[in-house]
């Protein structure tokens, strides 16, 4: 009782936004010794066809999960909010569903995977993943979440392109970068879009709060500083016409590409090659952060479990599929994520010759010999960059703006500090109370 009474007060919030409706129901097995999965369509439903046609051969059609669509996102929150507080609710969640997962974790909705081994003497492969990866699932010893795919958040540009400000490679830290360009004697804006400064932002405040203690930095000196910094990069636009940095210009002019736009390794080391062969000397670099040695990554396909579950030893065998080699390779390769699956990786590194093709571009040996050499530098730099991510966060940078806490949370403070409405004084004031009454309330 008392765990049911603490998912309501965490998921009460997810009710007032929404307005009862029935739901569209789409399922086959319609079998309750089936797990069961809701969705309005995304990738894990992939990994669940192709799991279901594995457990034809090797299971039988109990282990099978049932995908439960909805016509609607705002209607499935509705039915797993109505259920999880009933003690029930899907078997599985995947990150990308809008849920309070930093909240679920603390009213023990969600499993801790590491049990369920222990429970049923089961091991799903973890030892053969990246330890870096599958870390950002683990809270306070205990393993949520299990990351299935993600990317380096990095991306590549040219020397040529940072030259034009200024610039380096190393010098991507929030501070370090506003306080460079602002030399240039100019007004710019960084980005071209709003959506591109809605995720830069929430990226920055990403990175001072920490969900598994509940504590937070906006109290301190350097998040007032990094918050200047970052305005006046997102909102410095007083020309008469905004005059962006072009560190983000389309590949087929020779200069850069947005670091999350192509996470597969083929089109990665592709794109590096051809800027190379225009002329141009690409570079990798890292994410905005904090500090300008940190290279951060995150989880583009993630799942958890519901403790509420009635058949838990048909959830590791998912997990173990999703995590085994070739099923991770595979999926890297049509979905073009990373995977966490540290063979499949290399499998993925060892094919990258078949998966490139200049024909078009090369006629002579010389040609050859210059699109060879970039492609051994970009596996070689890019390889690097995997081997030394500092952390992984849960969420990917463009989709912060759509996780629980930053949408229904903070938006409309964040929202009213972007347009002017509030002091910074204001904003951190807000920010703080706001937080604070989300992780620890």
């Known amino acids: 009782m008392k765990k049911i009474i603490s998912a309501f007060l965490i998921l009460q919030l997810v009710f007032v936004s929404f307005t009862f409706s029935g739901c569209h129901k789409n399922s086959t097995l319609n079998d309750s010794r089936c797990l069961k999965y809701y969705t309005c369509e995304d990738s894990i439903c992939d990994l669940i066809n192709k799991y279901n046609k594995y457990c034809t051969v090797n299971y039988n059609d109990t282990y099978k999960i049932e995908i439960i669509k909805f016509d609607s996102e705002e209607e499935m929150k509705l039915k797993m909010s109505t259920e999880i507080m009933a003690g029930e609710g899907p078997d599985i969640f995947s990150l990308s569903q809008k849920l309070p997962f930093e909240k679920l974790t603390d009213s023990k909705t969600i499993a801790d995977v590491n049990e369920l081994i222990s429970e049923f003497s089961y091991d799903i492969g973890i030892d053969n993943c990246n330890s870096k990866i599958m870390d950002a699932g683990v809270i306070d010893g205990k393993r949520y979440f299990i990351p299935l795919f993600y990317s380096p958040d990095v991306f590549i540009t040219t020397e040529e392109t940072l030259n034009k400000y200024n610039l380096t490679s190393s010098e991507f830290s929030f501070k370090a970068l506003s306080e460079k360009l602002s030399k240039n004697k100019k007004e710019y804006s960084l980005f071209g879009s709003a959506d591109d400064n ?60 947005l670091y999350k736009e192509m996470p597969a390794f083929s089109i990665i080391v592709k794109t590096y090659s051809c800027l190379k062969y225009l002329g141009s000397t690409p570079v990798f670099v890292n994410n905005y952060n904090m500090d300008d040695d940190s290279i951060s990554a995150s989880i583009d396909v993630g799942i958890a479990v519901n403790d509420n579950c009635k058949n838990k030893e048909k959830l590791l065998p998912f997990i173990k599929y999703c995590l085994s080699c070739d099923v991770q390779k595979n999926m890297s390769e049509e979905c073009m994520y990373l995977p966490v699956n ?20 090369i006629v002579s040996d010389k040609e050859k010999a210059i699109v060879e050499t970039a492609q051994s530098a970009a596996i070689r730099d890019y390889k690097y960059i995997i081997n030394n991510i500092t952390k992984c966060n849960l969420y990917g940078f463009n989709y912060l703006s759509d996780t629980y806490f930053n949408s229904s949370v903070i938006s409309d403070i964040v929202d009213k500090y972007l347009n002017g409405d509030i002091s910074n004084e204001k904003f951190i004031r807000q920010l703080t109370a706001a937080t604070e009454i989300y992780l620890k309330e």
């Open 198 to 257: 809605i995720a830069f932002f929430y990226s920055f405040l990403d990175q001072y709060i920490d969900f598994n203690s509940g504590n937070t930095e906006f109290n301190s000196d350097k998040f007032s500083e990094d918050l200047d910094s970052i305005y006046s990069l997102i909102k410095n636009d007083t020309t008469d016409e905004n005059v962006y940095y072009f560190l983000y210009e389309n590949i087929n002019n020779g200069a850069s590409i």
């Open 342 to 361: 540290s063979d499949a990786m290399e499998k993925c590194i060892d094919s990258i010759d078949e998966a490139i093709d200049f024909g078009d571009l």
